[in-house]
T-cell receptor
């Protein structure tokens, strides 16, 4: 079946740093999405991408839809403490369902 | 406007029991999807309903069933609970079904613990 590979699995950030994470797939997707999930909450949609090569921003967040349609990346600029959480990429499957990666956990450097 | 609501928030059951989880979509949304999220993993697709009909099903056993009501709310039923069914069950609503710009918005989930 379709699987999404997210990397890194976890990372530590210091306030003000830029963060980058990516997602790759063995299959082509026509839509890529990025969600953030805080503890005890459901995922919240951050950015949706609909065309290969598309680059979309939402505040300090920027995401790109890879031209092969098999990958996407998410950048966070000038991170702040409330950026901690788990970030998931998702591709839309043929049934309209979402196929998620395993997530990238962002934590604050001790 | 209210987002997606789910009830109950937490539930504890024992093996062999059955459970019913409920979801109310965002007003105006006609599609509801259910996902299972076990600890440390991303959500896994269980069902999608649109206009009261099942439109998609993930790789889950027949112990899992769902339905959508005329007001577009939905129930997820799980029979003969197993320890491995312990998870966060997420409901997501969207305006339609397969439209390309038709995004899914998630509720807070129901945390199910099976003992």
């Amino acid at each position: 079946g379709q699987q999404l590979n997210q990397s890194p699995q976890s990372m530590f950030i210091q306030e003000g740093e830029d963060v980058s994470m990516n997602c790759t797939s063995s299959s082509i997707f026509n839509t890529w999405l990025w969600y953030k999930q805080d503890p005890g909450e459901g995922p919240v949609l951050l950015i949706a991408l609909y065309k290969a090569g598309e680059l979309t921003s939402n505040g300090r967040l920027t995401a790109q839809f890879g031209i092969t349609r098999k990958d996407s990346f998410l950048n966070i600029s000038a991170s702040i403490p409330s950026d901690v959480g788990i970030y998931f990429c998702a591709g839309r499957g043929s049934q309209g369902n979402l196929i998620f990666g395993k997530g990238t956990k962002l934590s604050v450097k001790p | 406007d209210a987002g997606v609501t789910q009830s109950p928030t937490h539930l504890i059951k024992t093996r062999g029991q059955h459970v019913t989880l409920r979801c109310s979509p965002i007003s105006g949304h006609k599609s509801v999807s259910w996902y299972q999220q076990v600890l440390g993993q991303g959500p896994q697709f269980i069902f999608q309903y649109y206009e009261k009909e099942e439109r998609g099903r993930g790789n889950f056993p027949d112990r899992f069933s769902a339905r959508q009501f005329p007001n577009y709310s939905s129930e997820l039923n799980v029979n003969a609970l197993l320890l491995g069914d312990s998870a966060l069950y997420l409901c997501a609503s969207s305006l339609g079904w397969t439209d390309p710009y038709n995004e899914q918005f998630f509720g807070p989930g129901t945390r199910l613990t099976v003992l």
